[in-house]
């Protein structure tokens, strides 16, 4: 009989090394969207992820394809969630550009103000979230409290505190409601000093620095080369933000800056989207000095714009081309355009195909979300299980746009 | 590792680059920097706590944009909704609280999430009103599937639907509850209180209007 400790020398020691694999999402409170992460862990570091979308696949582009052009507008709103009158501006102004008008100054500033509000709620709610994740929920708190405000705003001028369905072709649903200017002023100032007090709060935070310094890094060549615009790619040191690439309604004549990165990591994501939003407050104080407080909003144009309802109960012209943008649609002549504007997170674009019915043959959104989200696979491979909830939460993926 | 900043596109932008962490002595060493981040965060408890003590809670309407406590205690207590606010429809009356509406399926055209049926039908021999226009024989709309985008009252032609009751849609316990009749759209009251249409358009028979007599003409 052998001694037993001789079998052991010669046994290999068994240790179940194989990666582990974990499933985070889809419905994980650290995934914004519902996205689902399968990631494959060698203890606490990801050696292979997976990430799936298209949770919140809803049919937006075959749903635009039944209705007129204007019964779209529900749809963009719900696309991004959380900026929803950006998207209802980028279509508005994909529409005009296939008919190949303008909309008058005033609602061109109108809609700047209004859009501008929009992004600055979107970027409260990603670097909010991105605090909470981390865990600091005061700054989450006083950021959706100075959300809250933007969005009473926008009721007042909307209707509606999230679905707006606001806007339309060549103009707007309805002019600026006359204190639009006091409220603006008074949402931006107190989103300034809530700003400033979250800097404060945390930039002095060592464990917030650690978790978010060098975590998540892109390299620029990877970030254009996947299509990542916006925020992101601007915290990697590319200055490309399409309201100064190729401006569209008044953001060529605007004195803002526009601020970049240097490393491309989660604080420089941060910090890209906190200083944007004192840009905005900029861009909103000068859209409002220059906005006229009389004086049309929506085009002269009787084929595109609903007539004055006092004409439509009172003269059959009216009521005629009332009938015929009603019951036929918006007629857009056939052809294809594609326009793009700066949404939330990065360029939004529409690609439009019409035959010349007052259908939609065929509406394509490039929605930013999409692109960034197939960079996280390539920014969390590698790092730390931990590092995924900054570094998603950076990307700022909203479920609606990405997955449509 | 830093990166370059590029100059873009024909404007050339170049970005305004945004710090970079500040790690000075009192960050590393967490302690001081806390003591601070807790003094902000105190800042705000002790104020919020004294104006709730004194009574000196800020009114959620007038003052909702201040610092300090805006909660509203719903339901006791309600923000009252904006003029423009869309909440739930109502069918706007004429003097002798007929319908407005003329079936003219506008509304049911325009609304992108279909949730609006009428059925048309024609007023009764001898009324003036026959010939004339039509009335809607059921108007039904499906309050949950509506999405409440307000196309149907920019849709209406003669001011018979609007979205102005300033109510939101009430939660209830069966679908059926929700399926909203012509009898009880014509019941909610316009913020003013009143059923009221406010189309200035001529009622048949009436001077000045071109409608039923104009080829007595």
Redesign the interface.
Same mark, same amino acid.
């Given at each position: 009989m052998e001694p037993l400790d001789q079998e052991l020398d010669e046994a290999e020691l068994e240790m179940p090394t194989e990666p582990m694999l974990l499933n985070v999402g889809p419905a994980h409170p650290a995934m914004h969207g519902t996205v689902r992460c399968v990631m494959e862990l060698s203890g606490e570091i990801i050696e292979h992820v997976d990430v799936q979308v298209g949770y919140l696949h809803r049919g937006f582009e075959k749903m635009c394809e039944r209705g007129t052009w204007t019964q779209v507008f529900p749809y963009v709103d719900r696309c991004n969630y959380v900026s929803p009158m950006l998207n209802n501006v980028a279509f508005a102004l994909a529409c005009e550009k296939m008919l190949g008008v303008t909309v008058p100054e005033r609602c061109q500033w109108y809609r700047i103000i209004l859009g501008e509000l929009a992004r600055m709620s979107d970027h409260l709610t990603c670097d909010g979230a991105m605090a909470m994740e981390l865990g600091a929920f005061t700054p989450f708190l006083w950021m959706i409290k100075a959300r809250e405000m933007i969005w009473d705003l926008l009721e007042e001028e909307t209707g509606a505190r999230l679905t707006h369905s606001f806007g339309r072709v060549g103009g707007m649903a309805s002019p600026p409601t006359d204190n639009l200017k006091d409220n603006a002023r008074a949402v931006t100032q107190h989103i300034l000093s809530v700003v400033d007090e979250v800097e404060k709060l945390l930039l002095g935070n060592r464990i917030f620095l650690d978790r978010l310094e060098g975590i998540g890094v892109i390299s620029q060549a990877d970030a254009i080369s996947l299509g990542w615009t916006g925020p992101c790619l601007r915290a990697t040191g590319v200055a490309y933000d399409v309201r100064k690439a190729s401006p569209y309604l008044k953001y060529g004549e605007l004195d803002f800056e526009v601020p970049v990165g240097t490393t491309g990591d989660c604080f420089d994501r941060f910090m890209v989207r906190l200083a944007e939003m004192r840009q905005s407050a900029r861009i909103i104080e000068q859209a409002c000095q220059r906005m006229a407080d009389k004086g049309p909003v929506n085009i002269d144009d009787p084929r595109i714009i609903l007539p004055p309802k006092e004409e439509v109960y009172n003269t059959i012209e009216g009521t005629i081309q009332h009938f015929k943008i009603v019951m036929e649609g918006l007629k857009l002549p056939a052809g294809e355009v594609y326009a793009y504007t700066e949404g939330g997170n990065g360029e939004l674009g529409f690609y439009l195909v019409s035959d010349g019915s007052g259908t939609p043959y065929r509406v394509r959104i490039r929605p930013p979300c999409f692109l960034i989200t197939a960079g996280l696979e390539r920014i969390i491979t590698g790092a730390m299980m931990a590092d995924v909830v900054p570094s998603f939460g950076s990307l700022n993926m909203i479920g609606g746009e990405c997955d449509r | 590792?830093? #990166? $370059?900043?590029? &100059?873009?596109?024909p #404007?050339q932008? +170049?970005? %305004?680059? +945004?710090?970079?962490?500040?790690?000075s002595a009192? /960050?590393?060493t !967490?302690i001081p $920097?806390?003591a601070?981040?807790l003094g902000?965060?105190m800042k705000h408890f002790f104020q919020n706590t004294k104006e709730m003590a004194f009574g000196q809670r800020n009114d959620p309407v007038l003052e909702?944009?201040e610092d300090g406590i805006?909660c509203i205690s719903y339901p006791e207590q309600k923000r009252p !909704?904006? &003029?423009?606010?869309?909440g739930v429809h109502r069918l706007t009356q004429r003097e002798d609280g007929a319908p407005r509406c003329v079936a @003219?399926l @506008?509304c049911s055209? %325009?609304c992108? &999430?279909q949730c609006i049926h009428i059925e048309a039908g024609e007023y009764p021999e001898g009324d003036p009103r026959r010939g004339y226009e039509r009335f809607p024989k059921r108007f039904v709309i499906d309050e949950l599937r509506c999405?409440? @985008?307000?196309?149907c009252v $920019? %849709?209406c032609? /003669?001011?018979a639907i609007r979205?102005d009751t300033g109510v939101h849609a009430a939660p209830y316990d069966s679908r059926e509850q929700f399926i909203f009749e012509k009898d009880i759209l014509m019941g909610f009251p316009g913020r003013d209180g009143s059923r009221l249409t406010g #189309?200035?358009?001529h009622e048949p028979g009436e001077g000045g209007h071109?409608g039923v007599d104009r080829d007595k003409h």
């Open positions: - | 590792m830093k #990166n $370059e900043t590029v &100059a873009l596109g #404007n932008v +170049v970005g %305004a680059p +945004v710090p970079r962490p500040q790690r009192s /960050v590393q !967490y $920097e806390i601070k981040g902000i965060t909702g944009i805006n !909704y904006p &003029a423009r606010f869309r @003219c @506008c055209t %325009a992108p &999430a999405i409440f @985008c307000g196309f $920019e %849709a032609p /003669v001011d979205m #189309n200035s358009r071109p």
